[in-house]
Structures are given as C-alpha cells and as structure tokens.
C-alpha cells in the first residue's frame, strides 16, 4: 500500500522563545489546560517508553493521573512488563500528541516509585469498578481467556461487596522526573517550531532545534 500521499499541513499555530515560561513543567501545564479547554478526547493519555535489559525498546499508552513542579505521575500493576524494565532501567521516554492543537510533548527522564501513602490516596479515589480491575488482572501474563477475567471479576465482586477494596500489594504508581522537554508545534511546509528544555545543574537551558 502506497500512502506516500497522506499528507496535511500544518497551520493552527506557532511557538517562540517568547511565547515559553521558564520552567517545563509550567509550560506544560498552560498547553495541557488548552487541550483541555479545547475537548480533546482524554489529554492526559501518554505513550511510555521503557527499554529492557539487552536495550529492546517497549511502547505502550497509559493515563498521566497528576503532575506538579516535581514531575508526571501514572499508576501499574507493579509486575508488569513496563515495571520489570524500569526496575532495571529507570530511564523512559514519555510523549504526549495533541493532533488537533498539531502540538507534541516529548519528555526524557527518570521514574521513581512514589510512596504507598501516596497511592492508596490515589486509589481510594478510583471508581469501584477499576479497583476491583486492579486485583483481576495479572498484567502482561499469558491469558488463555476472556472469561478467566470475568470469573475472577465475580469472584472479587463477591469477596468485597459489603466493604471498601483494599489497594493490593502489587499495584502502585511511578512519578516521572524529566531531565529533557521539547515542546513541538506544527508549522506549514514541515518547518515546525521546537524547542528543547535540557535541565543543567538546578536551572533549564532552553534551545530552539532546527525542524
């Protein structure tokens, strides 16, 4: 199939040096709200990418739960593919694609377990049905059927419908330090606006990169 054809232009918008607060996370925080404001269909979602110990790379989208000045933060079973390869590497990539803004975060950093305290805070907050998912799934493990899931569902129904689902020992969250930024606005004839936040000592070096 040839689709060297599918092309559009990009037009919504542009970025300068000017337009940037100092710090990425803030900048972030004002593009994440426009997402937001404009109706995009969930912008919290991110890729993630983490690599295994003979340097495979793995990708895979998840939810962004919250972020402060201290950076990202999203939630796993903590035996899954994804956790395995950042106990051994804690390095990852994260990207976020705002299609109708043309508008990319591309994000390079560290990721840090976060406290139990600070999960069980967020898991209380969860709706019931996404709990009860938190024990059912053996994330990343061979499945041999949909209805094992569903059994199992049954099963936790059963076990905590008089009471409060407690947060299980292998579900957690990891907050994402970033070290890199770049913040990506599409411009016409693919000569697009970047720009690259570098994190040297405590301060951020801000660089405009060619297209």
């Not at 790379?57 to 739960?65: E, G, Q």
């Not at 106990?87 to 591309?106: G, H, I």
């Not at 000569?191 to 801000?206: E, K, N, P, Q, V």
Request: glycine share 6%; net charge positive.
């Amino acid at each position: 199939m040839d689709i060297s054809g599918l092309r559009r232009e990009y037009e919504r918008g542009s970025l300068e040096r000017d337009d940037l607060a100092d710090d990425p996370l803030e900048q972030f925080e004002r593009w994440f709200e426009e997402a937001r404001a404009n109706g995009l269909p969930e912008p919290n979602a991110m890729s993630v990418a983490t690599a295994a110990a003979d340097g495979q790379p793995s990708l895979r989208t998840v939810l962004m739960k919250y972020f402060d000045r201290q950076g990202l933060v999203f939630f796993t079973n903590l035996e899954s593919c994804k956790a395995d390869e950042i106990k051994t590497n804690p390095r990852v990539a994260l990207l976020f694609y705002w299609l109708p803004l043309e508008r990319q975060v591309a994000i390079r950093g560290t990721a840090e377990r976060i406290s139990r305290r600070e999960t069980l805070s967020y898991f209380m907050k969860r709706p019931r049905g996404s709990q009860l998912g938190a024990w059912v799934s053996d994330q990343s493990r061979v499945l041999t059927s949909r209805k094992l899931l569903e059994l199992k569902l049954d099963e936790m129904r059963r076990r905590y419908a008089d009471g409060k689902i407690p947060l299980p020992s292998w579900w957690g969250g990891y907050r994402v330090r970033p070290h890199a930024v770049e913040f990506w606005q599409g411009r016409r004839n693919r000569l697009h606006d970047r720009f690259l936040y570098t994190l040297d000592g405590a301060a951020w070096r801000i660089e405009r990169l060619a297209p």
